[in-house]
Each structure stands twice: as C-alpha cells, then as structure tokens.
C-alpha cells in the first residue's frame, strides 16, 4: 500500500512530486507529505488527510529545491496523523517507504540503545534512523543504505534522500513495485509509471532486491548482488486523458461508462471476429493440460474467479477450486503435482495474491494470470499473462477491471472448452458470439440512467440491503454487496438465495431492501420460490431480470430493473452493469468521497 515517488533534476521538485502523488493518491490517502534537499539540507512538509492539505500548506509555506520524494499513506503502523506521515526523517536523510518493516521492533530497540529517538508509531521510521546509524559509523550514502538494506525484514519499495547530496536519489525494492525512468536532465522513481507519465514515458521496473541509484539524467540499477544490471525499458501507454474524469462527477463513473469499449478491446484480445473463434495463446500448449484448476484472488478479483468457476466447470469440464489469496497459502493444499493455478488481479501487485502465486510456483505450479497492469510483478512472475484492456482504472471501486476479467475469463473458458473436446467448434462459436453482443448490450444499459437513481435514493435511506443470486448471479450478488459496502458505507450482504433461509432470511423485517439477480434461465423458478419467501416476510423486493422474468412474479415485487433477455452465460456480466450503477448513485446521494471511500485503497501491498 501507499504510493511513494521522487524526483533529481534541475528544477523546482515540490510542484511535480505533488503532481506525481495526485496520480498515485489512489494507493491511499490517509495522509501525504514532501522532502527536498535545499541549502544542504532536508525541508519537509506533511500533513494528515488528502493530498489538498498538503497541497494548502506547501501554498502558505513553499519548499524548494530540486531534488526531493513524496509519499501518499494508507496507514498499517500508527493512526493516520501528521507525525506518522512519510517522509521520515533525520537531519541527514530522508525515507519514504511503501511495505511492511516486520523486524522492526527489533531494529527500534537496538538502535534506541544506540540513543536514537523515535517520533512516530511506524514501522518505516526504523529505515532513516539505520541509514543515519550508519552514515555516523562512517559509510557513504550508497553504502549506508545497502547496510541497512540488509537488516531489513519485510516488504518495501525505497526512496531516500541526503542532507548536502543535491544530485543523489536512491531507490529500492523488495516486495513492493517500483519504476524508475529519466529524461534529458531529469531522473525519476515512483511506485507506477502513471505518477511518472507527465515528464517521462520511458520506464524499467526494477525486480526483487534491485537498488536503483538515480542523478539527473542517469539512472543506475545494481542487483541484489551488487551488479550493475539493464532492466527493460518500457514505453508507458498512459495518456492526458488516463488522469481526466473526462466531464464525469468521479472516476467511478467515467469508469462505469468505459465498459462497453474496454469490454470491446478485451475480447478482441481472444476472438477474431472475422473467423468467428476463441483463439488461446498457442505457445503455452502445454500449460493447458491440467485436470483441476487452483483460482486465487482477492476482493473483486476474487469475485471474478468466483464466477469464471460456473464456466470452466460447466463447458470446459473442468473441477475447479477458488480461493481468497490471504487464505490459500496457509491452508496448506495439497497442490496437484504439475498443477496449473490461475491468478486475478487488476494491479497485479496485491501482496495477498502475489504470496499466493509464489507459494504455488514454489510447489510446482504453472501460473497464469488474468492481469490489468501489464508491467506488474504478477505479470512477471506468470507463465502466461491473459490481459485485461481496462486502461487505468482509478476509482477505487473496482469497476470496468471486473468486467474485462469476466470476459477474458469466459474466453478462456471457451477456449480450454473446444481444446479439450467438451464443447464443439460450433458451441464455442455460439458461446463467443453470445459475447460479441457484450458492448453493445451494456452501453444500452448505460442509456437510462433515471431508472437507477430513484431506487438509489431510497437505498441510500437504508441500514441493510441482502442481494441474492444463485449460479453465476451468486458471485455478482456478492460483487453487488461489496460494491455497495465500499462506496456508500451502507451494511450489505450476498449470498446464494437457496441459502438465505439458512440464516440471513432472519435479517429481513418490513421494509428490508432484498435485491434479487434473476435473469431467466433454467434455476429461475427456484429463485422465483425464494423471492417469494422474501416478500411474505415483508420485503421491498427489487427485482433485475428480463420482462418475461418481472412479468411472472407481477405483484411481489416493490420495484424492478428490466434488462435484456440475455443467455445465462453472458448475464453476470450484464448484470454486473446495474449492480455498478445502483453501488454508485446510491453513494453518491449520501454523498460519500465515492472515488476515495474511507479506509480503503486500490492497491493493497501488504498482507
Ligand atoms: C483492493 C481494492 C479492490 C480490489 C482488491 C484486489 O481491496 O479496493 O477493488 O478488488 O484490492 O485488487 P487486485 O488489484 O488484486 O485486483
């Protein structure tokens, strides 16, 4: 978690390490804060809260130099306050730090007995005062900080700045991402690429245990072994418009209505219209000889291998067991030997999922990945990538990522289907032409929107509000649910409806909001019985489903969302359109901060 970022060059840094934090506030943003070298020595701003604060103090007392890092905070160690905001420092260096020091008690202790003062509650503040430890014994700053690194236990991506060094940035990385790139007189390291995009598209990521050593213009990688090493250079894709809301109120929004396109490039990824067919990767054969898959993430993601599991199993025959990463790799599995495990993330740098994936490759495992960030570590790590062509996504609800893993699943899933002979070509080429339908289908459903503002108001009135599906629309139940809960802080629960007599039927009285995902399909009659149960226990039932579905159960329903009669492969990803919509103007009638909803991030980095 966190986002760090840091700057050598010629010019002011303050204004740009702002604006590279602004790009990165959605890692967290319990609180921010800049350190520059200037005169010789460390000037330091924070301040607790968003990014605008800092913004107001660095207004009413500017801070200058031109070198300098920056950090945005979602707090692990200590409250959010501005004694526990990054940058920490000493009088001769400066640290931001995104991970976890887990020796860091330890580190305390010995270096309080050395007669060090600590400040603040965190973890990160140990780095400055080791670094400092040894600068006082003697070392040079690069020494210094390769001693320190070697104490370190846990995960961090490093930023560090010297007191009298106006040309010397360093960075690190073990566990937590992090980029570096230069320009003609300027050198830069940042936790994504996106914070860097306004001053240079050309990128290298540095990998497990590299030590980046940046001056204006000149970035040096040294690896964990202290061996200068060329890490690949990348042009990022990131554009102007990437960081625009585009005349959209937040992010979310703007990211809701992106789907049908992104939704769009993703399937062109798999399906060449013109021959009408899924294609798989074809240099990855045989990874695809597995008979049970292993599918593992966490939140959303999690949600989309939850669903992906109704189609590997029902067309591709294949078992499939899914897993929240932060429980996979404790339960100890026995894992298939030669098994191949699947990995969904969005960032591909949730450190959950990331253990999860290390856990199953050092026990053999092949991986593949379904990954939004091209350039992520889980990227790397994988046997084979299967992208999502989300773009950026910044709100930090996930929304437009989970559609394109839904569809780059279901055609994976078509795909592995016609391999293995339990779908014929024919099947498979209904099945992705069920698909193609998608942008079209979703952007109709973006076309109404009053439908969904009049039963958000009333939402947003409400304690709790159940979402029941069963199949596929048992996942995107659960996504409704968590949807709702991040954004508008009202308490929501999904679940399966067969099983809401086991237990949350006892949360229904008069009045409770139930809402049903009921697209017709061969298990509608058994949702129909429990809708049934619901309403004669006097709930305001809202229905999503087609008119056939809303005409059959006339007079139990308090309100309805009709949606186009869609075949039951395609629907979690209809249906995925209206749980959005109803999440987010529902926050946005109680008026919550729908883009940066409290306490959350959008990349977890730490476990
Ligand atoms: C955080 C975000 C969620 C996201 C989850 C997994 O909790 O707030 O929106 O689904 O992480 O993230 P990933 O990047 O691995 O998909």
Not at 2 to 12: D, P, Q
Request: hydrophobic share 40%.
């Amino acid at each position: 978690m966190c986002g760090i970022v840091g700057l050598v060059g010629e010019t002011a840094a303050a204004p740009r390490l702002i604006e590279g934090l602004r790009r990165l506030e959605y890692r967290g943003y319990d609180s921010t804060g800049v350190a520059t070298i200037f005169d010789k020595q460390i000037a330091i701003c924070r301040a607790a809260g968003k990014l605008i604060n800092l913004e107001g103090l660095i207004e009413k007392s500017p801070i200058y130099g031109n070198i300098g890092i920056g950090h945005t905070r979602w707090a692990t160690h200590g409250v959010p306050s501005s004694i526990n905001a990054h940058p920490h420092a000493t009088e001769s260096v400066a640290v931001v730090h995104n991970g976890i020091i887990e020796n860091f008690s330890s580190l305390k202790s010995m270096l309080e007995s050395e007669g060090h003062k600590f400040c603040s509650d965190t973890d990160s503040e140990v780095i400055p005062k080791l670094i400092h430890h040894l600068l006082e014994q003697g070392h040079e700053p690069i020494e210094a900080v390769a001693a320190a690194l070697k104490k370190l236990k846990g995960a961090f991506a490093l930023g560090i700045i010297f007191a009298g060094y106006e040309n010397l940035l360093i960075g690190a990385r073990r566990g937590s991402p992090l980029a570096v790139g230069s320009n003609e007189k300027e050198s830069f390291l940042a936790s994504d690429a996106f914070a860097m995009a306004p001053f240079t598209r050309t990128v290298s990521y540095l990998e497990e245990g590299d030590c980046a050593v940046l001056r204006p213009g000149i970035t040096e990688i040294f690896d964990g072994k202290n061996r200068t090493v060329n890490r690949i250079s990348h042009e990022s894709e990131h554009d102007e418009e990437m960081a625009n809301k585009s005349g959209y109120q937040h992010f979310m929004e703007k990211e809701i209505h992106e789907q049908p396109r992104v939704i769009r490039d993703t399937l062109n990824s798999y399906y060449n219209s013109s021959g009408g067919k899924v294609f798989l990767p074809n240099n990855s054969e045989d990874l695809f000889d597995f008979d049970q898959l292993y599918i593992t993430a966490c939140g959303t993601s999690f949600y989309a291998g939850l669903t992906a599991r109704y189609w590997m199993e029902s067309i591709a025959r294949i078992p499939v067991i899914v897993d929240i990463a932060s429980e996979f790799r404790y339960r100890g599995s026995p894992l298939n030997k030669n098994g191949t495990a699947l990995f969904i993330s969005q960032s591909g740098e949730t450190a959950d999922t990331l253990a999860a994936l290390n856990f199953a490759k050092n026990h053999g495992q092949k991986i593949i990945s379904v990954v939004n960030v091209a350039e992520s570590t889980m990227a790397r790590e994988s046997d084979l990538v299967l992208p999502t062509r989300a773009g950026i996504e910044i709100g930090v609800a996930s929304t437009k990522a989970f559609t394109t893993q839904l569809v780059a699943l279901a055609c994976f899933s078509i795909g592995l289907a016609m391999r293995r002979g339990s779908i014929s070509e024919k099947d498979g080429a209904r099945l992705a032409n069920l698909l193609e339908q998608l942008p079209v289908l979703t952007s109709d459903l973006l076309k109404n929107i009053n439908r969904f503002t009049q039963i958000a108001d009333e939402l947003s009135e409400v304690k709790t509000v159940l979402y029941l599906g069963r199949g596929s629309s048992y996942p995107i139940a659960l996504e409704g649910a968590l949807k709702l809960k991040e954004i508008s802080y009202i308490h929501a629960e999904g679940y399966a409806a067969g099983e809401m007599k086991h237990g949350p039927i006892a949360l229904i009285e008069e009045g409770t909001p139930v809402i049903f995902l009921a697209p017709s399909s061969p298990l509608f009659d058994k949702t129909a019985s429990n809708i049934q149960e619901a309403a004669a226990r006097g709930a305001r039932v809202i229905l999503l489903s087609d008119q056939k579905g809303i005409n059959e159960l006339d007079g139990l329903i308090y309100k309805s969302i009709e949606m186009p009669e869609a075949d039951e492969f395609i629907a979690p990803i209809l249906y995925t359109i209206p749980i959005q919509l109803l999440a987010y103007y529902t926050a946005v009638c109680k008026g919550t901060d729908v883009d940066q909803p409290r306490n959350l991030a959008k990349s977890v980095t730490v476990e």
